[in-house]
């Protein structure tokens, strides 16, 4: 398994509450990205990250910011949660961007319920 | 709008019986198209992967069948397993842009012992 980390598995927080999801890997891999996925909607990309201070927007990046100030860590915040944003959330890794088998490695994932 | 359509939601078959998710997809540009398996508590990870510049790709039991003039792919299962029961997701993007995968919605499949 690629070795990726996804803290924290479970929480439950109250609308407007600020939440920070981490993502944590070991492969040195240069690309990042935050999935969610809900039922009916399969996965879809939230942010991705091309490099240590790169990042830029997915299909549904309203609500949410990511920061990675190291290659190792990719962290995504919803400044002020909202029902909607009840979820998993995925983190993935992938060593290139495009060419090659395109594989992405995903974490374990990240269920997120706000209430 | 979904560019990669997904069907059916759920699948139910017997063991050692052939499981068929079809996917469609709308963007001529897509030149990649992978499916992903998720068991239960898991992250996806690749299952197998097809080019257009080809109509067909097996690996083991799991067979992708791509219609280029169709805009269609589908995954086939030969004889299937109950450890082969999981979420099935097709997606497609343009020179392997992993940044620019569009995912299927999934199909949850169980195999019957």
């Known amino acids: 398994d690629a070795g990726i980390t996804q803290s924290p598995r479970h929480k439950v927080t109250e609308t407007g509450t600020p939440v920070t999801l981490r993502c944590h890997q070991t492969?040195?891999?240069?690309?990042m990205y935050w999935y969610r996925q809900d039922p009916g909607h399969g996965l879809r990309l939230i942010h991705y990250?091309?490099?240590?201070?790169?990042?830029d927007k997915g299909e549904v990046s309203d609500g949410y910011s990511v920061s990675r100030s190291k290659t190792e860590d990719f962290l995504l915040t919803l400044e002020s949660a909202t029902s909607s944003q009840t979820s998993v959330y995925f983190c993935?890794?992938?060593?290139?961007?495009?060419?090659?088998?395109?594989?992405?490695?995903f974490g374990e994932g990240s269920r997120l319920t706000v209430l | 709008q979904q560019q990669v359509k997904q069907s059916p939601q759920s699948l139910i078959v017997q063991k050692g019986g052939i499981s068929i998710i079809n996917c469609a997809y709308e963007?001529?540009?897509?030149?990649?198209f992978p499916w992903y398996q998720q068991f239960p508590g898991k992250g996806p990870a690749l299952l197998i992967a097809?080019?257009?510049?080809?109509s067909e790709k097996k690996e083991g039991r799991f067979t992708i069948s791509f219609n280029k003039s169709a805009k269609q792919f589908s995954l086939h299962i030969m004889d299937s397993q109950p450890g082969d029961s999981a979420t099935y997701f097709c997606?497609?993007?343009?020179?392997?842009?992993?940044?620019?995968?569009?995912f299927g919605t999934g199909t949850l499949l169980a195999v019957q012992p």
């Open positions: 993935a890794i992938s060593e290139s961007s495009t060419g090659g088998n395109g594989e992405l490695f």
């Open positions: 492969e040195n891999h240069r690309y």
């Open positions: 990250s091309y490099g240590v201070k790169d990042t």
């Open positions: 963007n001529t540009a897509f030149d990649y």
């Open positions: 097809i080019r257009p510049d080809v």
């Open positions: 997606a497609a993007t343009k020179g392997g842009a992993t940044n620019k995968l569009i």
